[in-house]
């Protein structure tokens, strides 16, 4: 759910429109949100089509049609066909889940801006091809997540040192 409500804005923002949501339905269960009203849910900060996604996601997994202790199991490839086979998730999105909730060691995501960026800066490339991170992912791995974290330091790293500094 908190991944579906950051997607495409600001980690501040999703913070925000989470708390709202929680105050509104308290824990986040399958049921709970799939049975609240969507209007509701909407004037927590919302639009229309993400609480279409998160309600589908519940009801999915209220019917048990999406098993969750089973994707927990799952090898990383089927866990992603599975999680981005639903509306709301995309690859992205479950590489995310698969970093951040699940902890799995080895994701290093291409559709990951900031993990291409960070990337294209260690190695001074101008253009980084698929082809290129490919090759540097498996030379990463079984690592990959770790060199995630690093590589969003150093495209973050970027932008800080883009910043003038007041002298004096």
């Known amino acids: 759910v908190d991944s579906v409500i950051a997607q495409q804005i600001s980690g501040r923002a ?10 509104l339905v308290g824990n986040f269960t399958p049921q709970g949100l799939a049975e609240a009203d969507p209007s509701q849910i909407q004037q927590c900060g919302l639009s229309q089509r993400k609480v279409g996604y998160i309600q589908g996601i519940a009801r999915e997994v209220a019917s048990g049609a999406l098993d969750l202790e089973a994707l927990r199991h799952a090898p990383d490839e089927e866990l992603i066909r599975k999680l981005s086979a639903l509306n709301g998730i995309g690859v992205w999105t479950a590489e995310m889940l698969m970093i951040f909730s699940l902890c799995r060691p ?47 330091l150093i495209a973050g790293m970027e932008e800080a040192l883009a910043v003038k500094l007041p002298r004096g």
């Open 106 to 152: 080895d994701v290093l995501s291409w559709g990951d801006l900031g993990i291409r960026r960070g990337m294209a800066l260690l190695y001074g490339d101008r253009e980084l091809t698929r082809e290129r991170f490919e090759r540097r992912r498996k030379r990463y791995s079984p690592y990959g997540s770790v060199v995630s974290l690093y590589l969003w």
């Open 14 to 23: 999703a913070q925000t429109i989470s708390d709202r949501l929680h105050v």
